[in-house]
T-cell receptor, first 113, second 114 residues
Framework: DTGVSQDPRHKITKRGQNVTFRCDPISEHNRLYWYRQTLGQGPEFLTYFQNEAQLEKSRLLSDRFSAERPKGSFSTLEIQRTEQGDSAMYLC???????????FGSGTRLTVV | GENVEQHPSTLSVQEGDSAVIKCTYSDSASNYFPWYKQELGKRPQLIIDIRSNVGEKKDQRIAVTLNKTAKHFSLHITETQPEDSAVYFCAASRGSGGYNKLIFGAGTRLAVHP
């Protein structure tokens, strides 16, 4: 599969637990994005990496959220002390630097109970 | 701040009719406008996009028009088919050169009835 892969596809966790999601972008893509999508809404930008550098974080990304892309390939998104309001689909996308559009992964659906 | 508004939120048409979805954006520096189709439980997929140096782009049954002066852009689907049923999102960004953060509209749920 040469698309953007995300793992896990679904995660159910209890409030207060920590969760970590993984994104594997298309191999030659140096730009990687994380978005969050709640029911009935469009995706909202969370953060962006160019290679291993995290270049922007949205104000939506509270200090309970952290993202990394240590070697400029895969990325992880961790949410600490999850809250019910964190329940959403977390989408990863990647692109080449010269591209305008990008390719989304299938997302990780998080449910906090 | 940056904002994209999308209308209507739901659209129901008969098979074979045309469908039009409209978006407005607030950031006058936006220069790239993609449209994504998202079927239930699936990833958003890019169906067509337009850059600010053109006013219209067409790909078979779908077309996008852009009015930069009014900061409006629209998606037009002709000869709709049941498989066009999905949620459609418009988005805007400042495009490459910096990075390509997309600001999405809230989506339009299109239902095409046989």
């Amino acid at each position: 599969d040469t698309g953007v892969s995300q793992d896990p596809r679904h995660k159910i966790t209890k409030r207060g637990q920590n969760v970590t999601f993984r994104c594997d972008p298309i191999s030659e893509h140096n730009r990687l994005y994380w978005y969050r999508q709640t029911l009935g809404q469009g995706p909202e930008f969370l953060t962006y990496f160019q290679n291993e550098a995290q270049l922007e974080k949205s104000r939506l990304l509270s200090d309970r959220f952290s993202a990394e892309r240590p070697k400029g390939s895969f990325s992880t998104l961790e949410i600490q002390r999850t809250e019910q309001g964190d329940s959403a689909m977390y989408l990863c996308a990647s692109s080449l630097e010269q591209d305008y559009g990008y390719t989304f992964g299938s997302g990780t659906r998080l449910t906090v109970v | 701040g940056e904002n994209v508004e999308q209308h209507p939120s739901t659209l129901s048409v008969q098979e074979g009719d045309s469908a039009v979805i409209k978006c407005t954006y607030s950031d006058s520096a936006s220069n790239y406008f993609p449209w994504y189709k998202q079927e239930l439980g699936k990833r958003p997929q890019l169906i067509i996009d337009i850059r600010s140096n053109v006013g219209e782009k067409k790909d078979q049954r779908i077309a996008v028009t852009l009015n930069k002066t009014a900061k409006h852009f629209s998606l037009h689907i002709t000869e709709t088919q049941p498989e066009d049923s999905a949620v459609y999102f418009c988005a805007a960004s400042r495009g490459s050169g910096g990075y390509n953060k997309l600001i999405f509209g809230a989506g339009t749920r299109l239902a095409v009835h046989p």
